[in-house]
């Protein structure tokens, strides 16, 4: 009998056992995951299950920047990583439209897809060259569209410090178009001219070249009607302007000024027709194939 309770007791200790041991064993292996994941290799910072390793960090500094930057930047960047999150955590709390939300992210992400596949296509199988034949008809017939808003010259611009040699002979160079006098003062830039625009053989903002310039001009277009060359000296340097032509504010672009933006009116166009074209197809061919049905009117 004492044989028997001790078998029960004994059989009972060793279920006990056995439980404690798968017990324990669940427990280590519970804290091993936990353990496992909150050594994430490269972690810098964490807010709940979410990390930033020391990979993403590096990829969003910038180039370039000192070691004392480059450690402002991280310092300033983490912080911030840290409370987007936090944010995030509340905002997830506390919307309580989430599936609005919901859809507008999911509109984003199709919008995003489609953008980038577009992309893709377009660099793939578009022909982006704009014929010079095709400008000129542009141009043409919507004359009426390039109408410049400020004036716009040819010319050159210099900009030297006013201790450098023969200022004298520069000043008599920048007034001439003639090849000498181009050749002295490309000679003479190699070493002494700060800023040199030679820009005889095509249309430049007036306003742009003045951005260079301190000089304040309160009536471009009354200026260049009186004005053939500019002469500035301010704080150690002198800016030299030969204005050799010009076209008025009001005036019709020329067409080697409109270009650039005729060129780009036209890739446009040619990409929505591109794109219009593929939807169409892959539309067509939707409804051939079945893919798509439509059930009773629309409206």
């Known amino acids: 009998m004492k044989l028997s309770v001790l078998s029960v007791n004994y059989s009972k200790n060793m279920r006990y056992s056995c439980y404690s ?12 995951c936990t353990l496992e ?23 969003v500094i910038p180039d370039g920047l000192s070691h004392r930057d480059s450690s402002s930047f991280a310092d300033a960047y983490v912080r911030h990583w840290a409370e987007d999150e936090l944010v995030y955590d509340v905002a997830q709390k506390n919307i309580p439209n989430v599936d609005r939300i919901e859809l507008l992210v999911d509109k984003y992400r199709r919008e995003l897809f489609v953008h980038e596949y ?33 004036p716009i010259i040819k010319g050159l611009f210099l900009k030297v410090a006013e201790t450098s040699p023969e200022i004298k002979n520069l000043k008599k160079w920048y007034r001439n178009r003639d090849h000498g006098s181009i050749e002295n003062i490309e000679k003479y830039s190699l070493h002494n001219i700060i800023n040199y625009e030679y820009f005889y053989d095509r249309w430049v903002s007036f306003d742009e070249v003045l951005s260079a310039i301190p000089y304040s001009v309160s009536d471009a277009n009354r200026f260049l009607q009186t004005h053939k060359y500019l002469e500035i000296n301010n704080e150690g340097y002198w800016y030299l302007l030969n204005i050799s032509d010009y076209l008025p504010a009001g005036a019709n672009m020329p067409l080697d ?27 067509q061919e939707a409804l051939e194939n079945r893919k798509i049905k439509y059930y009773g009117r629309v409206y």
């Open 37 to 59: 994941k909150k050594e994430m290799p490269g972690a810098i910072v964490s807010v709940g299950d979410r990390y930033l390793t020391r990979e993403m960090l590096n990829q």
């Open 118 to 150: 577009q992309k893709q296509i377009l660099s793939e199988k578009l022909d982006a060259e704009i014929s010079a034949e095709a400008v000129k008809n542009y141009y043409r017939t919507h004359l009426d569209k390039f109408i410049l808003k400020v």
């Open 257 to 283: 000024f409109a270009r650039t933006q005729i060129e780009e009116i036209l890739l446009n166009q040619k990409r929505m027709d591109f794109l219009h074209q593929m939807n169409n197809e892959l539309y």
């Open 21 to 32: 041991a798968v017990a324990i064993g669940i427990l280590f292996s519970f804290s091993a």
